[in-house]
């Protein structure tokens, strides 16, 4: 059971940490940032996929709200 929740804790982080790319990236798109759109997106990639092996039904249904977000992104 432990290994379980480790396993957990750190997919919270990893869920966590793709929750605050996106909206670095957010802001980024939006000029709210000194950081490059592009990169910003791309990290938010990176972090959500990262995220996405190690989360719950329901947080990989927000990863999946948090990809739409990022795709509007790429299409402005």
Do not use: C, W
């Amino acid at each position: 059971m432990k290994q379980h929740m480790e396993g957990y804790k750190m997919g919270n982080k990893l869920f966590q940490k793709a929750r605050e790319t996106v909206a670095i990236a957010q802001q980024a798109a939006n000029g709210q940032m000194d950081t490059s759109p592009e990169v910003a997106i791309n990290v938010a990639k990176n972090a959500l996929s990262s995220a996405f092996a190690n989360s719950t039904i329901a947080e990989k249904e927000q990863l999946h709200d948090l990809q739409n977000q990022l795709d509007q992104l790429q299409t402005k």
